[in-house]
T-cell receptor, first 116, second 113 residues
Framework: DADVTQTPRNRITKTGKRIMLECSQT?????MYWYRQDPGLGLRLIYY???????NKGEISDGYSVSRQAQAKFSLSLESAIPNQTALYFC???????????????FGPGTRLTVL | RKEVEQDPGPFNVPEGATVAFNCTYS??????FFWYRQDCRKEPKLLMS???SGNEDGRFTAQLNRASQYISLLIRDSKLSDSATYLC??????????????FGAGTRLAVHP
């Protein structure tokens, strides 16, 4: 079984709908991240969490919210989806042994979201 | 200017060829550097970290040039399985309230028989 899983893997929705993307991990890592990837652009950080009680905004958090339900679960919500949120979304984890963001990041398989 | 820039490619090379990619970064105080590999429609995976003294892992060699602010990845004896997009990743100094990774858009490599 994969260490980092994401559901759904693909989703097509309409403008204005609320969408939740879920991420679960069995690696036992404290740190979890949400990124989006757009063609021609690098991955961009949306939110990150260093433990259950620690949630932080990344560089493009507007229009998104997150919930860290447990150490192993980190969900991303689009409260009212818009077409420019069409992208490939990745969840990632890393352990807390090293300096944050320089640990190896382990990515989930991604969720391809299309907002019509 | 983008914080991390890569030639998008594609680099089309025959099996057995040697190919090199460069990546430039804008923040001279950046501290850590990595190459990630991403197969088509899959998740990125760490290929190797890049150390100041350069480092090698089998057919892959990574170099850092701080003076010119670029890192490089050299692949020798290319295999078909090396076909992928290679992401340059840089860890700039702590700023904006958090320590983050900056991902380049990637360089696509296509190895053909």
């Amino acid at each position: 079984d994969a260490d980092v899983t994401q559901t759904p893997r693909n989703r097509i929705t309409k403008t204005g709908k609320r969408i939740m993307l879920e991420c679960s991990q069995t690696k036992g890592h404290d740190r979890m991240y949400w990124y989006r990837q757009d063609p021609g652009l690098g991955l961009r950080l949306i939110y990150y969490s260093f433990d259950v009680k620690d949630i932080n905004k990344g560089e493009i958090s507007d229009g998104y919210s997150v919930s860290r339900q447990a150490q192993a679960k980190f969900s991303l919500s689009l409260e009212s989806a818009i077409p420019n949120q069409t992208a490939l979304y990745f969840c990632a984890t890393s352990d807390s042994e090293g300096r944050a963001f320089t640990d190896t990041q382990y990515f989930g398989p991604g969720t391809r979201l299309t907002v019509l | 200017r983008k914080e991390v820039e890569q030639d998008p490619g594609p680099f089309n090379v025959p099996e057995g060829a040697t190919v090199a990619f460069n990546c430039t970064y804008s923040n001279s105080a950046s501290q850590s550097f990595f190459w990630y590999r991403q197969d088509c429609r899959k998740e990125p995976k760490l290929l190797m970290s890049v150390y100041s003294s350069g480092n090698e892992d089998g057919r892959f060699t990574a170099q850092l040039n701080r003076a010119s602010q670029y890192i490089s990845l050299l692949i020798r004896d290319s295999k078909l399985s090396d076909s992928a997009t290679y992401l340059c990743v840089v860890n700039p100094p702590f700023s904006g309230g958090y320590n983050k990774l900056i991902f380049g858009a990637g360089t696509r490599l296509a190895v053909h028989p």
